[in-house]
């Protein structure tokens, strides 16, 4: 594309795309799809709308980025959201909020001819979005582009494993994040985003491995089901993280032995919450703890010069807030995860 007439240093253009950019999708080489859904969460909301108020803040986002200057010259471009899946995600949203509140109170589903067919519902709109989710993105990779997911809730992306797993093969997940996301079927949603790398382990036989930095709260039963299933996953919980530093370790040598954990191939899968909540209040379950924003870019950076390959990511649970703060943080994420993610990939 002939970019000429576009002057980088200028202030965000909200008639262009993403980041003030001006391509269209068939110019740009990276493809966001944002998927507004968030019918299964489980505290907070405000993730369905995120898209917007990220593409807002994106405009105040400088295009010099020092670990990969020109990134943005290879094209970003991000889709509008889908009006139906956001009407279908409100609608069952409202439906599975009467659920969780009945079951809150310890009354049976059985008993319940209302709340079994709510239950059935919100099931079947899930496996709805993932079947949505695995054809814009089995599209896009097809049509050559690379793909990064925007949530959403972190259910978002169980369909683009999916295709990311025909088009290459074996690979792994990095994820960051305050949770496991091992339950199963939590609070009777099967496609829960507290279930996300439980149904990915158990449905994406070419997840390989799953290494999973920055968990603090999480159940019994995930911590077994995490021992049950050593080959394939590797959890850095925060608490571990903070006390190998305290007592000498350097953040260098903690990052490093992560990277090892992972394949050639790596998929990041970043929901927001795995930062400190200093930086994203809104998010649906914030948890004290964290990361700064910097140290994960650092261990993305050394995923990168490690030379593994990283094929896709995913970016989930931003709230909208009141006052834009968390947007801002997420959009400044996407930017980052949107360079990584071509220079990972040279031409």
């Known amino acids: ?40 969460v489980s505290y907070g909301s405000g993730t369905s709308r995120s898209s917007e108020h990220i593409f807002k803040a994106s405009l105040q986002v400088d295009l010099f980025d020092p670990d990969v200057p020109d990134g943005w010259k290879e094209g970003f471009y991000m889709r509008e959201s889908d009006k139906k899946i956001l009407l279908k995600s409100d609608y069952l949203r409202k439906e599975a909020e009467l659920y969780i509140d009945y079951i809150s ?28 989710v695995y054809q814009q993105t089995k ?5 050559g582009k ?10 978002s992306p169980l369909g683009f494993y999916k295709a990311i797993s025909e088009k290459w093969g074996d690979f792994g997940i990095l994820q960051i994040d305050a949770h496991l996301d091992l339950r199963e079927a939590y609070e009777g949603f099967v496609y829960s985003h507290a279930s996300i790398m439980y149904n990915a382990l158990k449905e994406i036989p070419q997840l390989k491995k799953l290494v999973q930095v920055g968990i603090r709260d999480y ?8 021992a049950e299933n050593s080959d394939r996953i590797s959890v850095y919980y925060d608490s571990d993280i903070r006390t190998r530093q305290y007592e ?4 260098r040598q903690v990052v490093e032995e992560i990277v090892s954990q992972l394949p050639q191939k790596v998929f990041i899968s970043f929901d927001i919450d795995g930062l400190d909540p200093k930086l994203c209040p809104n998010t649906g379950t914030p948890v004290q703890g964290g990361f700064e924003t910097e140290q ?52």
């Open 248 to 251: 000498g370790e350097t953040f």
């Open 296 to 347: 994960v870019f650092y261990l993305f950076k050394k995923v990168k010069e490690s030379g593994r390959q990283i094929i896709g990511f995913d970016l989930n649970e931003v709230s909208i807030g009141e006052t834009g703060w968390d947007a801002n943080v997420g959009a400044r994420v996407l930017f980052k995860l949107c360079n990584l993610l071509v220079s990972s990939n040279p031409r």
């Open 139 to 143: 599209a896009l990779l097809d049509a």
């Open 219 to 226: 159940s019994g039963g995930e911590v077994d089901f995490v």
């Open 146 to 155: 690379l793909v990064g997911l925007l949530g959403g809730d972190h259910s």
């Open 1 to 40: 594309m002939d970019l000429s007439h576009f002057d980088p240093d200028s202030a965000g253009n909200p008639n262009n795309n993403i980041f003030g950019l001006p391509f269209t999708e068939a110019d740009a080489r990276l493809v966001i799809l944002p998927v507004p859904w968030e019918v299964t």
């Open 105 to 132: 109170k310890g009354d049976l589903v059985e008993d319940n001819q209302f709340m079994c067919k709510t239950l059935k519902d919100v099931n079947e709109g899930s496996v709805f979005l993932n079947n949505w």
